[in-house]
T-cell receptor, first 115, second 117 residues
Framework: AQTVTQSQPEMSVQEAETVTLSCTYD???????LFWYKQPPSRQMILVIR??????QNATENRFSVNFQKAAKSFSLKISDSQLGDTAMYFC????????????FGTGTRLTVIP | ETGVTQTPRHLVMGMTNKKSLKCEQH?????MYWYKQSAKKPLELMFVYSLEERVENNSVPSRFSPECPNSSHLFLHLHTLQPEDSALYLC????????????????FGEGSWLTVV
């Protein structure tokens, strides 16, 4: 079975500071994708960043970057220069590379950016 | 403009009512999904449609009945629900159904809050 674990239900960070959200996953597959989704109060899930498991280089998208440790099955999200608009629920998710109909989500981390 | 529009945004229904949730995607996608989001639980995939055909039904009770009349519209018909069915129901779409991760991003709507009383 595939599982995604986010061990931090809530986190907070000062505006302009850096914060790291943790995610671990469990799978016996070797080819897969990992994602971080953001869910602001509007409730729409928005893709923040994607990582292919076969790529060693960590993905980056502007202020967002990941630390992907395949052997440890760890996929953390770093948000630099935190902004008030980053306040949201953040979900880590996983899917297989082929034949995938599903995203497996963690339970989420609620991030609050403090002015 | 989200690309995936869900109505109604909020719904309160009694256990004997029959109601429907509607989802419309304006992205030209071929696959559509229903997810259930309950407090402190991971999102649960309920149904997947590809080109208007149901390809996945994750052991969802029959009181939830999906309908996909065309590739742009997806409904979730609700009948004799239970209070534990109260949750946020998220619709999503993607260009293809396979290789979801390979540049084939899933786009979500803003969800329909369902409260069963």
């Amino acid at each position: 079975a595939q599982t995604v674990t986010q061990s931090q239900p809530e986190m907070s960070v000062q505006e302009a500071e850096t914060v790291t959200l943790s995610c671990t996953y469990d799978t016996s597959e070797n080819n897969y994708y990992l994602f971080w989704y953001k869910q602001p109060p509007s409730r729409q899930m928005i893709l923040v960043i994607r990582q292919e498991a076969y790529k060693q280089q960590n993905a980056t998208e502007n202020r967002f970057s990941v630390n992907f440790q395949k052997a440890a099955k760890s996929f953390s999200l770093k948000i630099s220069d935190s902004q008030l608009g980053d306040t949201a629920m953040y979900f880590c998710a996983f899917t297989f590379r082929t034949g995938a109909n599903n995203l497996f989500f963690g339970t989420g981390t609620r991030l609050t950016v403090i002015p | 403009e989200t690309g995936v529009t869900q109505t109604p945004r909020h719904l309160v229904m009694g256990m004997t009512n029959k109601k429907s949730l509607k989802c419309e995607q304006h992205l030209g996608h071929n696959a559509m999904y229903w997810y259930k989001q309950s407090a402190k639980k991971p999102l649960e995939l309920m149904f997947v449609y590809s080109l208007e055909e149901r390809v996945e039904n994750n052991s969802v009770p029959s009181r939830f009945s999906p309908e996909c009349p065309n590739s742009s519209h997806l409904f979730l018909h609700l009948h004799t629900l239970q209070p534990e069915d109260s949750a946020l129901y998220l619709c999503a779409s993607s260009q293809m159904i396979v290789a979801v991760g390979s540049g084939n991003t899933i786009y979500f709507g803003e969800g329909s809050w369902l409260t069963v009383v």
